[in-house]
């Protein structure tokens, strides 16, 4: 859509752990293709191909220096998009367990003092 | 990268409880205060509701004798379907967020969706070394 990272596109190319060790590797530093694909028993072709999913993602970018490509590592997509968003999903989760344990605390006590009840029938 | 990089939360829930009153509980200012953005150690000191379109909110917690406020503005009030609100903690960020709760009835209860869309800050100072550690984790949910 717009030229934001997609956070899908993101989350699609971690879901699969040759791409993660690709990142893993590029994480310690840049590295051409070839060197890239020399620790994994795929063909040269697959490694491209996962390395294009993470382009895609824009987990890592590309240049050119003659007829070497030479690939980089940014974290930036994946760093903003996953802390956030572990963050926000924690929080969350304990909100609606609290508004959960609420309600039925609620239920108990109408339930051991049924005249206190109002007109309400829940 | 740009400083607008966009990311959701979605998550649903099911309550054993009416979808009125899973619905007034994000809005009644006692009840909401007991759970919507209280924090175990700390303690719920103000909360204003205004439960229109349009109307604020603020909630204050005082954790460690510090007030935090929770604030924002509600975008959408139809009870009891859907809630919609921006939602900031300035303390933190001063990013303003939008939360969107959708609550559908069923015979037994209701189920809630919840998706809490951000605008993220720019991660720049975030050094790439941390970064393994939270792929790891993030592989391990995936």
């Known amino acids: 859509m717009s030229d934001t990272p997609d956070l899908d596109h993101t989350l699609t190319a971690l879901a699969d752990p040759t791409r993660r060790a690709i990142l893993r590797r590029l994480s310690r530093g840049e590295a051409r293709v070839t060197e890239l694909a020399a620790p994994f028993d795929i063909s040269l072709n697959a490694v491209s191909k996962h390395i294009r999913m993470l382009e895609r993602a824009r987990l890592v970018t590309r240049r050119r220096t003659g007829r070497e490509h030479i690939l980089s590592f940014d974290p930036a997509p994946l760093t903003a998009a996953s802390t956030w968003i572990d963050e926000q999903r924690a929080l969350w989760t304990a909100r609606l367990d609290a508004l959960d344990a609420l309600l039925l605390a609620e239920d108990r006590a109408a339930a051991e003092n049924p005249e206190k009840q109002g007109s309400s029938d829940g | ?142």
């Open chain 2, 1 to 142: 990268m740009a400083d607008d990089t966009r990311a959701q939360v979605r998550m649903t829930r099911r309550f054993t409880a009416s979808a009125e009153r899973v619905f007034d509980a994000w809005l009644d200012p006692t009840t909401a205060g007991r759970w919507l953005f209280a924090t175990p150690t700390g303690e719920m000191v103000r909360v204003k509701i205004d439960a229109r379109v349009g109307g604020a909110f603020c909630f204050t917690d005082r954790r460690e004798g510090q007030d935090i406020d929770h604030i924002g503005r509600y975008e959408a009030v139809d009870r009891p379907r859907r809630l919609v609100f921006t939602f900031s903690v300035p303390h933190f960020s001063r990013e303003a967020t939008r939360v969107i709760i959708e609550i559908t009835a069923l015979s037994d209860g209701c189920e809630l969706t919840l998706v809490h869309e951000g605008v993220l800050p720019d991660f720049k100072e975030r050094t790439v070394s941390g970064w393994t550690m939270i792929l790891d984790g993030l592989a391990a949910s995936l």
